[in-house]
T-cell receptor, first 115, second 109 residues
Framework: DSGVTQTPKHLITATGQRVTLRCSPR?????VYWYQQSLDQGLQFLIH???????AKGNILERFSAQQFPDLHSELNLSSLELGDSALYFC??????????????FGQGTRLTVV | DAKTTQPPSMDCAEGRAANLPCNHS???????VYWYRQIHSQGPQYIIH???NNETNEMASLIITEDRKSSTLILPHATLRDTAVYYC??????????FGKGTRLSVIA
């Protein structure tokens, strides 16, 4: 158990709909990262939040957005869903400190299926 | 962050040591070498990381060459449960991890 909790584990929805994925980081971790992994594809970095502020954006579509709340949990919102958005979505957390290296811990993911 | 090169796949006999190589010839002085693995659609799992010294923990050993241009992850006694995709990532610790294609390790009974 990494200590990172993602809900729901599975989600099936129709095209055009909107869903929200939730992530609770490990206790004390200030950074939350979101990744997307499509079938047989690599892990694609989407977005990074640190202590409530957006720090970095990767290959995140405009239809997708995220936020990190004061209690440090994060939500990834996916709207106008398309079949191609079907994927595993992972959240990771880390302490992310200055010059020190910090490992990231990943949740077990949310499997999104768009039909 | 520096780019890494890993073989796409490797086999290892159960009980033997698995040695997974990684080239990172453009690594900068402040960049660490991280290793993660992903077991069949589970969340990636942190294994080990190092800067320039060799490192060992309960999961694995990390050997980094003196010029830091390559490294080897060693699983001392591979089991079937070590079958996974292993990712070598070079990162300064202040930016998000970028995953490549990794090495698919198959441990064979």
């Amino acid at each position: 158990d990494s200590g990172v909790t993602q809900t729901p584990k599975h989600l099936i929805t129709a095209t055009g709909q909107r869903v929200t994925l939730r992530c609770s980081p490990r206790s004390g971790d200030l950074s939350v990262y979101w990744y997307q992994q499509s079938l047989d594809q690599g892990l694609q970095f989407l977005i990074h939040y640190y202590n409530g502020e957006e720090r970095a954006k990767g290959n995140i579509l405009e239809r997708f957005s995220a936020q990190q709340f004061p209690d440090l949990h994060s939500e990834l919102n996916l709207s106008s869903l398309e079949l191609g958005d079907s994927a595993l979505y992972f959240c990771a957390s880390s302490k992310m400190g200055g010059r020190a290296s910090t490992e990231a811990f990943f949740g077990q993911g949310t499997r999104l299926t768009v039909v | 962050d520096a780019k890494t090169t890993q073989p796409p796949s490797m086999d290892c006999a159960e009980g033997r040591a698995a040695n997974l190589p990684c080239n990172h010839s453009t690594i900068s002085g402040n960049e660490y070498v991280y290793w993660y693995r992903q077991i069949h659609s589970q969340g990636p799992q942190y294994i080990i990381h190092g800067l320039k010294n060799n490192e060992t923990n309960e999961m694995a050993s990390l050997i980094i060459t003196e010029d830091r241009k390559s490294s080897t992850l060693i699983l001392p006694h591979a089991t079937l449960r070590d079958t996974a995709v292993y990712y070598c990532i070079v990162n300064s610790g202040n930016t998000p991890l970028v995953f490549g294609k990794g090495t698919r390790l198959s441990v064979i009974a």
